[in-house]
């Protein structure tokens, strides 16, 4: 099979669920990672053979995504900030909103602490950006913290992740104090915790419903906020003074967020929007 044979296939397979731009940027994609295949071989190498080992791999992968799998799973990782983030099922992929997270606040000094880590990404680019920092993350899922660990190793970076559930406040504390982290120390509290409520599902693909875990993604319609109220919580016991708490929203409750976070006891609340000019991140100072 030469390169013209597989964008032949993956076309005939793959048309009916992708626009062209999508799909020539997966067969790039594919192409790169499992062949080592520059992109401007797209048109200019399209009779380049391809080894039999190659070829089945990337019909392998073309066949998942026909099945909805999404290309970061399919090729086992993204890059984020300064870093190379494995992900799987276990993980929910990280966004270019969050990376917008992660540009704001490389800026901010001071001992952070990931809420709700996931694959670890915000903690492990923050740590690559300040190798002097000391980081903590963690996470209710051992399988999620399991692929965070591994991507610190493969960062070689040094982040205390430990477990707990940003829904019980003293368990967070409690393992926290096991971690090495004590209150009142930390300069930046940040967070990506899950904010899609379930009515907001109909309107999303069905790459992310059938394989992103749905506990890093939703939230009951009745309390939307809940994981903010936590957050404002955990930022009492752990921010000190004039630390800052950082967080990705949803969309639809800006102002909601701002006011929760005001009326917690915060100061200098602010509301940034992402690229796409939607309110994605809240700010606020810990005084």
Known sequence: MNIKEFKDY??????PSLEKPELRFLVSALLAHFAGIPNYWYHTHEDHLLSPAVAGELLQAVDQAVQ???????LGFVHFGNCRIAVDE????????TEEMWDRARHIH??????CTGSGCLAIALKKDRPGTSVHAFDLSPAALEVATGNALLNQTEVHFFQADLSCIDGVEKAAAEAGLEKHTVGLLISNPPYVTESQKKGMSRRVLSYEPHSALFVPDSDPLCHYRQLALLGNR???HGGTLMAEINEDFGREVCLLMEQAGYAAVELHR???EKNRIISARWV
């Open 10 to 15: 993956a076309r005939e397979h793959l048309a």
């Open 68 to 74: 909805g799998r999404p290309l970061q799973y399919i």
């Open 90 to 97: 276990r993980v929910l992929i990280p966004r270019p909103e």
């Open 110 to 115: 001071g001992v952070v602490l990931d809420a």
């Open 238 to 240: 752990f921010l000190c």
């Open 274 to 276: 992402d690229l796409h």
